[in-house]
């Protein structure tokens, strides 16, 4: 199964912006669908949103309008742009296929916080 490794987390102040990489370790050119995540300590990952391998998104609702995720095929990356951040946004982000997600398979997150 492809490998993902998230990055670009740190420390924002509300109303601030963090942009997420995730790269895979094999070509995401065939994965139909790429998803992020997010992860509080000692609830469950919660899907944040996807991007299918046409570009078409879809996100949950408190992020709708503040984040954006994009892909691209030729880097095997996915993004994911966070704008007007709040307190609720901190956790650790996650990228992930529907096949890693089915099998309980995760690869490295990275912690956004989102703090005064």
């Known amino acids: 199964q492809v490998q993902l490794v998230a990055s670009g987390g740190g420390l924002v102040q509300p109303g601030g912006s963090l942009r997420l990489s995730c790269a895979a370790s094999t070509s995401i050119f065939n994965i139909y669908v790429m998803d992020w995540y997010r992860q509080v300590p000692g609830k469950q990952h919660k899907l944040v949103g996807g991007?299918?391998?046409?570009?078409?998104?879809n996100y949950e609702d408190s992020v709708k309008g503040r984040f954006t995720i994009s892909r691209d095929n030729t880097k095997n990356m996915v993004y994911l742009q966070m704008n007007s951040l709040k307190p609720e946004d901190t956790a650790v982000y996650y990228c992930n296929t529907d096949f890693n997600w089915r099998h309980n398979i995760w690869g490295q997150g990275t912690q956004g916080t989102v703090s005064s």
């Open positions: 991007i299918t391998s046409g570009g078409s998104t």
